[in-house]
């Protein structure tokens, strides 16, 4: 059982470029999110999932894209990287319903943009 | 809207000192509680949580919370500390809205140095 497991660990992209920030959990957790972490800031949320074919926005959606097709994998995706996206990025899943249950948290992914 | 307001960024103890670390909240919808820690290079993982019922939680690795509805807040406390609880801790809020995915609110966290 890995719980929920994110790659790559780190990536440093320059201006302009994209990439998929990839986040599978085997627990067969319905909600998964995804989240920004920049210091002295907590975490922001960026989208989350309910389940397979669902996605909504959080707190800090622009620049980013998510699709979930399968319950096990939700990606990330930047289209065009800004250095405004460097952060450490943290994927969670829980099990629904939402609110009582506890997030379990991926390792991060640190990406820099240069 | 919800916001978390942890009241101290950085809070340095020495081994075995007593610790709280201060978390206030603002909601206009009833909420539940939650304590995580992150470990250096590590994910978050929960503390403690709050749903219901008695107002002291007990969490893992000796850390308690105790909920105060009517100063909205959530304060994180350990009796003796150890080198090891050293990691900066979050306190988050879900709140207790119909479809909104259990989506948390966090604090800006406070890094817990424990000195020897």
């Known amino acids: 059982n890995a719980g929920v497991t994110q790659t790559p660990k780190f990536r440093i992209l320059k201006i302009g470029q994209s990439m998929t920030l990839q986040c599978t959990q085997d627990?067969?957790?319905?909600?998964m999110y995804w989240y920004r972490q920049d210091p002295g800031m907590g975490l922001k949320l960026i989208y989350y999932?309910?389940?397979?074919?669902?996605?909504d926005k959080g707190e800090v959606p622009n620049g980013y894209n998510v699709s979930r097709s399968t319950t096990e994998d939700f990606p990330l995706r930047l289209e065009l990287a800004a250095p405004s996206q460097t952060s450490v990025y943290f994927c969670?899943?829980?099990?629904?319903?939402?609110?009582?249950?506890?997030?379990?948290f991926g390792p991060g992914t640190r990406l820099t943009v240069l | 809207a919800q916001s978390v307001t942890q009241l101290d960024s950085q809070v340095p103890v020495f081994e075995e000192a007593p610790v709280e670390l201060r978390c206030n909240y603002s909601?206009?919808?009833?909420?539940?509680l939650f304590w995580y820690v992150q470990y250096p290079n590590q994910g978050l993982q929960l503390l403690l949580k709050?749903?219901?019922?008695?107002?002291l939680v007990k969490g893992i690795n000796g850390f308690e919370a105790e909920f105060n509805k009517s100063q909205t807040s959530f304060h994180l406390r350990k009796p003796s500390v150890h080198i090891s609880d050293t990691a900066e801790y979050f306190c988050?809020?879900?709140?207790?809205?119909?479809?909104?995915?259990?989506?948390?609110?966090f604090g800006q966290g406070t890094e817990l140095s424990v000195k020897p």
């Open positions: 969670a899943s829980s099990y629904s319903p939402g609110q009582a249950n506890e997030q379990f």
């Open positions: 627990m067969n957790h319905n909600y």
């Open positions: 999932s309910v389940g397979a074919g669902i996605t």
């Open positions: 909601s206009s919808v009833s909420v539940y």
């Open positions: 709050y749903l219901s019922g008695s107002t």
């Open positions: 988050a809020v879900s709140p207790l809205i119909y479809n909104q995915g259990g989506k948390l609110i």
